[in-house]
């Protein structure tokens, strides 16, 4: 029978090689952004928008939604205005374990 080290054994050596827990962090966080870019645009063409449309009900332009579908541009203010020109809106959870807690819709400032 073939044994495998324990993940407890080689994790701190796969974590060196990568560059530190602060650059896991960091790949983690931009992976998260592109995934949740990526969830945006594909609301965006369920309801058939096109970038362009968005950009206009944001008032921003078209390479700016592209950058947003990418996960290049994720402040909470830019995703809400995003999230807004769809027809919907952010809403802030703060989570305790098992408890979950909408504190507030976030204020979305103008254009």
């Given at each position: 029978?073939?044994?495998?080290?324990?993940?407890?054994?080689?994790?701190?050596?796969?974590?060196?090689?990568?560059?530190?827990?602060?650059?896991?962090?960091?790949?983690?966080?931009?992976?998260?952004a592109y995934?949740?870019?990526?969830?945006?645009?594909?609301?965006?063409?369920?309801?058939?928008?096109?970038?362009?449309?968005?950009a206009e009900?944001?008032?921003?332009?078209?390479?700016?939604?592209?950058?947003?579908?990418?996960?290049?541009?994720?402040?909470?203010?830019?995703?809400?205005?995003?999230?807004?020109?769809?027809?919907?809106?952010?809403?802030?959870?703060?989570?305790?374990g098992d408890?979950?807690?909408?504190?507030?819709?976030?204020?979305?400032?103008?254009?």
């Open positions: 029978m073939t044994r495998f080290p324990r993940w407890n054994d080689v994790r701190a050596g796969l974590v060196a090689d990568a560059g530190g827990d602060q650059a896991l962090s960091e790949a983690h966080r931009r992976n998260q995934i949740d870019g990526h969830r945006l645009a594909e609301r965006r063409r369920l309801l058939s928008l096109t970038q362009a449309d968005v009900r944001m008032g921003v332009s078209k390479s700016r939604v592209s950058q947003i579908e990418r996960g290049e541009v994720s402040t909470v203010d830019v995703i809400a205005r995003y999230v807004q020109a769809l027809g919907g809106q952010i809403q802030i959870t703060a989570v305790f408890d979950l807690y909408i504190l507030r819709g976030a204020d979305t400032p103008a254009a």
